[in-house]
């Protein structure tokens, strides 16, 4: 019945439980549902449902329940595609709840190269760009109506980045965090109100808004971006042919990271130098 009630298909769920039921309802010859107060606790372990999460399996699963009348709490931790993975959800059944679920997911992921098993595309990151592994803590609220939230928040200490459009680099052991906010309707990201990179030598905060008309990427604006003697704001807009426009603003700009390839590195095919130009 519990795993009716959340979307699941009993037929699929493997585990073993204990169950404490408790009913309360007046003695009398008929009783409304609406009259019966009930509540359960159980334990269910090796808990294994395919697709259970977010179209994730599930495996090796401990979980704590407890329902009642007004919603249902499930704690616990799991294998979630092989990640291992502490669970909170709430699900509210009252429709004047301030929401319907509310998940809080802390994902261990020992290879961020790996995120694609997560349903996360990392595509426009390359294999030399990011690497190592990071704590990755999520929280999803669905509403019973518009739009599901989605905060996203890493630890970065773990990893490297690399930057190649700044020539910036982030190595293994220097303290960093990334936090990222989505707004997701019918399974498309349609607004992005914030997100952020922050480590010693360099911050950068912005967001990502979309077309209500045709649902594609519209701009990004980065509030700021800060590393090194750079410290600037601007607008980011996708051109009809791949180019993105760009706007920035700002006290100072710092060219000395990427100035040698200015002057020095490739600019055509055909390899001439910007220098030989001159």
């Not at 459009?165 to 990222?180: F, T």
């Not at 594609?216 to 993105?244: E, F, H």
Request: no cysteine; charged share 25%.
């Amino acid at each position: 019945v519990f795993a009716s009630e959340i979307g699941i298909d009993p037929e699929k769920v493997d585990g073993e439980t204990r169950v404490e039921l408790a009913f309360d309802f007046p003695l009398k010859e008929s009783v409304e549902w609406e009259e019966v107060k009930f509540s359960a606790d159980a334990l269910v372990e090796k808990v294994n449902i395919p697709g259970g999460l977010f179209d994730l399996d599930v495996n090796d699963g401990m979980l704590n329940l407890a329902i009642d009348n007004s919603g249902m709490d499930i704690k616990g931790h799991m294998l979630l595609n092989n990640f291992p993975t502490d669970i909170k959800w709430r699900q509210n059944f009252l429709a004047d709840a301030s929401f319907q679920n509310q998940y809080e997911l802390s994902v261990q992921v020992k290879d961020v190269k790996s995120f694609t098993d997560l349903g996360i595309d990392v595509r426009p990151f390359s294999a030399d760009m990011i690497s190592g592994q990071m704590p990755l803590n999520l929280k999803v609220t669905q509403n019973f109506t518009g739009p599901t939230k989605l905060e996203a928040n890493a630890s970065l200490d773990e990893m490297t980045v690399y930057v190649p459009a700044i020539n910036w680099y982030k190595s293994i052991g220097v303290p960093g965090k990334a936090l990222a906010v989505f707004y997701i309707e019918n399974d498309v990201i349609v607004e992005i109100p914030e997100f952020s990179l922050e480590t010693d030598e360099l911050e950068l905060v912005g967001s990502a808004h979309y077309s209500e008309a045709n649902g594609q990427l519209d701009r990004i604006k980065l509030n700021r971006i800060a590393y090194g003697r750079t410290d600037l704001s601007g607008i980011l807009v996708p051109g009809a042919t791949g180019v993105w426009d760009a706007d920035f603003s700002g006290t100072s700009l710092d060219l000395s990271p990427v100035w040698e390839d200015m002057m020095y590195g490739d600019l055509f095919d055909s390899g001439e130098r910007v220098l030989e130009n001159i």
